[in-house]
């Protein structure tokens, strides 16, 4: 399968901010969607923000004055600036993409759905 590998993570102070980086590798032949989504503490992961190959983009209330999405699709990466970071942002947060890839098996083209392994997010004083 496709794999997912994020950074930028981390511990920071209210108001400030973080640059998430999501890569994909693998046999890829199309990516269509990448996102992320954040998950608190015995809740439900929950979008964040997503952008598709036509280039529209898609935030949750909760963050559209403050993060943007972007993609690099020759790199096949994703990022999330995160600007004016308050402490309920702090979350885990997880990198998901959809598109379609090569099989290792037969050379036939697989759709995927991959996840990364996750982030944590702090905003505290």
């Known amino acids: 399968q496709v794999q997912l590998v994020e950074s930028g993570g981390g511990l920071v102070q209210p108001g400030g901010s973080l640059r998430l980086s999501c890569t994909a590798s693998?046999?890829?032949?199309?990516?269509?969607?990448m996102g992320w989504y954040r998950q608190f503490p015995g809740k439900k992961r929950e979008l964040v923000a997503s952008t598709s190959n036509d280039g529209s983009t898609v935030y949750a209330d909760s963050v559209k004055a403050r993060f943007t999405i972007s993609r690099d699709n020759h790199k096949n990466t994703v990022y999330l600036q995160m600007n004016g970071l308050k402490p309920e942002d702090t979350a885990v947060y997880s990198c998901?993409?959809?598109?379609?890839?090569?099989?290792?098996?037969?050379?036939?083209?697989?759709?995927?759905?991959?996840w990364g392994q996750g982030t944590q997010v702090t905003v505290s004083s």
């Open positions: 998901h993409a959809q598109g379609d890839y090569y099989s290792d098996y037969d050379g036939g083209m697989l759709h995927f759905g991959s």
């Open positions: 693998g046999s890829i032949f199309s990516i269509n969607v």
